[in-house]
């Protein structure tokens, strides 16, 4: 279950999962964080200037 969700995160950063890809590394790891705050933030902003 967990692992599912770090895989998400890892695609996010650029893993590409492929069948002989190694386990994503703290690099991809770290930008796919990166990118989903990024996106949160974004989604964050949207929202207050459809309604404010």
């Known amino acids: 279950m967990l ?3 770090l895989l998400q995160i890892a695609l ?4 590409l999962a ?3 890809d190694p386990p994503p590394g703290n690099i ?3 930008r796919g964080l990166t990118r989903l705050h990024d996106i949160a ?3 964050t ?3 207050e200037q459809s309604y404010g």
């Open 3 to 5: 692992a599912d969700y």
């Open 12 to 15: 996010l950063g650029g893993y």
């Open 18 to 20: 492929r069948s002989r």
């Open 28 to 30: 991809l790891v770290w």
């Open 41 to 43: 933030v974004g989604i």
């Open 45 to 47: 902003i949207g929202a």
